[in-house]
């Protein structure tokens, strides 16, 4: 007799699916609010400037909004140039202080 719910055993298609959006909601949900925790970490110990770290906390929330709810390709766009120029600032922080530590020695 077959089980009555054999689309739902795993290596099913119907269970691969509902792993896939599993592992998909988790990643998407871990990349909108990582960038937001860094962001916001970054604003408040004064690492990089105010700018650049807003810049890094509304990032990811914008792509989401210009990919997903409402595509608009060049706002998408302009999103991902935000996140850029948050890490330059947070590249430049560090090279910075690596350099300055190593000339102290």
């Known amino acids: 007799m077959a089980h009555p719910h054999r689309d739902d055993q795993p290596g099913t298609r119907r269970h691969r699916g509902r792993a896939a959006t599993a592992a998909t909601t988790a990643f998407i949900t871990g990349h909108i609010l990582g960038t937001v925790l860094l962001g916001t970490a970054l604003l408040r110990t004064r690492t990089i400037p105010a700018w650049a770290a807003w810049a890094l906390t509304i990032s990811q929330p914008l792509h989401f909004v210009f990919a997903v709810i409402t595509p608009v390709r060049a706002l998408d766009a302009a999103a991902w140039g935000l996140i ?3 890490f330059a600032a947070v590249a430049r922080t560090i090279t ?9 020695k």
């Not at 910075?96 to 102290?104: F, L, M, P, S, W």
């Open 84 to 86: 850029t120029i948050g």
């Open 96 to 104: 910075g202080q690596t350099v300055k530590a190593r000339d102290r």
